[in-house]
Each structure stands twice: as C-alpha cells, then as structure tokens.
C-alpha cells in the first residue's frame, strides 16, 4: 500500500528555508548602490558580513571596476574659469584670498583599481591597486603671491602637509549568518606598499622694513620605494521585513612599514637684512641641501567606521542613510565624518539608479548619481559625485565605472511539497 501525503500550506519560513535548501528558489538580485542592503563583491567596500545576505550571487566575478577623483577646499569651477588665464584686478585678488580659509589650501586626489575580485557564495578574495595624495598649503602663501610682501609685516608660513602614497591590497572577506535574520563578517588584507612621498615639515619666514628685506626657511621630506603591512575589516548585519542595517569597521589596524628605497632630505635657505643692493653685491643669501638614505616609518590608513540603514519599499524603490566616521590617519585631511541619505529607484528592472546626497568634515556637500545597466548576468555600474556643489559651485569631482558578472539561482516554478512513503 502506498500512500502520498500532500502539503500545500507550510510556514513561510519553513517554504524558504526548505527551498533554498533544494535549489528551487531565485535569490532576487541585491541593491546595487545602497551601502546597508549591496551584497556580493559590493560588499567589500562597506561591510563583510553583508556577503551572508540572503540576496546574494552564487558566482560573481569584477571584470573591470576603477575609479578616481579630486577635490579641494577653497575654489569652485567657477572660479576656475573665471580668472584661469586672466588678469587678477584687485577685486578678483580679494575673491580668491576670500575663499581660502584660515587653515589654508587643502588639495586632495585619489585613484584605485581593480586587479582581480571574484565571490562565490558568502566569501570574497580581492587584489586592488590604490593611490592618494593630500596637501595643505598655508593661506601667506597666497597672500604673498598676489598683493605682494606689506612694509613691517612678518610673514609666517607654517604647518604645511603633504602626504602621498601608492598600494596594493590583496585578501579575502568571508560572511556568515547566525539565524534568519543576522550575519557576522571578517575580511583580512595583506598590503605591498609601491611608493611614498611625504612632507615632514616646511616653514618660511619673510620680514620687510623701509630699509631691508630678511627670510629663512626650510624643507624636509623622506620618500619609499617598498613596504608591506596588514588591516582588517570586520562587520555586523541585519535584516528583517524590507529593513536593513549595517555596522562596521574597516581598515582595522591599517598601515604600511616603509623600509624600502627610504631617501630623507633637508633643505634651508637664509636671507641676512640687506637692501637689494646689498643682496646682490654681498652675498646676503645662503642655502643648502642635504639628502640621503634614512630610516623606516609608517604610513597610516584611516580607519572607518561605518554605520548604515536601508528600506526596501517595492521592487523599484530603496531609501537609505548612512554615517562614516575616519580616524587615525597618516595626516589630519583623513580624518572626519560624512552623513548621506540614498534613493534608489528600479523603473525597470535593468536599469537601476541612485541619487544621493551628503554632507561632512572635510568633504563638505556632496551629490551623486549612479547608474547601471543590468544585461542578464553582467551589470554595468557608474558613479559621478560633486564635492562642494552642483557643477559649476563643485569644489571637486569623482567619478567610477564598473563591469562585473553575477551567477544568481536560476527560478523554477513552485509545486506542492509531499511526501510519499510505502508500506507493505
């Protein structure tokens, strides 16, 4: 005798679980720029648990993916345009003075790029090549530049920053979930350090009387050529009902051990009170310059602390926010904080998009807009971000591109669950 044994309502947990289990359901495809609900290899830039979302590819693989960008403190496009190439009347003069701080000019640049990424399941291995630069110019220097050295003033320039280096990252991130609802992740990362430049100090000193001009300064720097050192990332996720969040730290214990190529040089100059006619007659300016091999030092990557939710309203609506916190950087441009807030929009399912907007120390305002172009398993991913302000009042610019390949679960219709024994 046998006998079948239909079920046809079961637990909506149970129907899930036991789907996943045999392969019969289709994982919808995750966010695609919501920092607290991406999954995949999108995961690695915000948080390694979020590898364990239950809306993540079986196979992925980065097939090109960089980005670059730079931004400053002080100057808009606008004002590019405006005086690049023309004559600085005393009113432009004033404009451009007006719009540095106190602080002083602080420049800063970044690129990266992707040597190899792929994902299977809930673990992640990465190769990437970055770089950055920041400096700081003190504001004299601008004074000086374009109204001229002022009689019985001193001018005083000082706490210059310059900071430069070029890495490669290579590791691997791994999440895990712990129930239905919660995930841990940890990724470890090995970093070759290419090349380092950095400005250990600078500082000019100018003072001019009715009679006689005087100055001195000098400065000092040290370059790599090679280094090595480690960081780690590791991260907490949660989900339930359409709402997401997000806590990690990335870049734990990050920096680099430069202790090859170490070159350090000095140099100073000094100009004895004397009038033009004495400067050019006696000899009144020195200078020297010193260089040569020097010890190892450390270069610091700031670590990031990152704090994000997501809501998934529809199929074609995300909202989202988010708060990063850096600290412990080489210098003081790579520290701070930056809150956003995302909307994500799906029309249609191959064509989703982003807008987003935040605002922080140092960035200060920023606007982004993302796209992506999703033809079957390849997905085709942009990013433009204005710094400072929408086009023309940007202080700044970044921009990225990528073209990675996902493997979701294939869909297949779905039958009553039975079960079927005999007995004789």
Not at 65 to 79: A, H
Not at 106 to 125: C, D, T, V
Not at 231 to 250: C, K
Not at 289 to 315: E, T, Y
Request: aromatic share 12%; proline share 4%.
């Amino acid at each position: 005798m046998r006998s079948v044994i239909k079920v046809r309502s079961l637990p909506a947990a149970t129907g899930i679980l036991l789907a996943v289990f045999s392969g019969n359901i289709r994982l919808t495809q995750a966010s695609c720029f919501n920092p607290a609900a991406v999954s995949g290899l999108n995961a690695l830039r915000f948080n390694p648990a979020q590898l364990a979302l239950p809306a993540r590819p079986v196979f992925s693989y980065r097939i090109l993916d960089f980005g670059f960008g730079f931004d400053n403190n002080s100057f808009t496009l606008s004002q590019y345009n405006r005086y690049s190439g023309a004559y600085l009347d005393a009113r432009a003069k004033q404009d451009i003075l007006s719009s540095i701080p106190h602080t002083g000019l602080s420049l800063r640049g970044f690129a990266e790029a992707a040597g190899m990424e792929f994902g299977w399941a809930n673990f992640a291995a990465s190769v990437r090549t970055a770089g950055s630069a920041s400096c700081l110019v003190p504001e004299e220097l601008f004074e000086l530049a374009l109204q001229g050295n002022a009689l019985d003033r001193t001018y005083h320039a000082k706490d210059a920053i310059g900071f430069a280096q070029c890495y490669m990252r290579a590791g691997a991130s791994v999440g895990t979930a712990l129930g239905r609802h919660f995930a841990l992740g940890v990724g470890a990362y090995y970093l070759y350090g290419l090349a380092c430049l950095e400005l250990k100090e600078a500082e000019a000193l100018l003072h001019t009387t009715p009679e006689a001009v005087s100055a001195c300064g000098l400065v000092a720097y040290r370059q790599a050529s090679g280094g090595a050192g480690s960081a780690f990332d590791a991260g907490a996720a949660f989900w339930m009902n359409g709402w997401y969040l997000s806590l990690s730290g990335r870049d734990i214990g990050g920096r680099i051990i430069w202790t090859d190529g170490i070159e350090q040089g000095t140099y100073t100059f000094a100009l004895a009170p004397g009038n033009a006619y004495d400067i050019r007659t006696k000899g009144l300016f020195t200078q020297s310059f010193d260089h040569g091999p020097g010890p190892g030092f450390v270069g610091q990557l700031p670590l990031k602390l990152n704090l994000s939710a997501a809501r998934v309203f529809s199929r074609w609506l995300e909202c989202g926010a988010g708060f990063q916190y850096r600290l412990l950087g080489h210098t003081a441009l790579d520290n701070g904080w930056l809150g956003s807030a995302v909307v994500e929009l799906s029309p249609v399912a191959w064509l989703p998009s982003a807008l987003e907007f935040a605002c922080g120390q140092p960035d200060g305002p920023c606007l982004a807009a993302s796209f992506a172009l999703a033809l079957g398993r390849l997905t085709i991913a942009t990013r433009f971000e204005y710094v400072g302000g929408p086009v023309m009042a940007a202080r700044g610019a970044r921009f990225a591109a990528g073209l990675t390949y996902a493997e979701f679960r294939a869909k297949t219709d779905s039958t009553p669950f039975r079960i079927a024994y005999s007995r004789h």
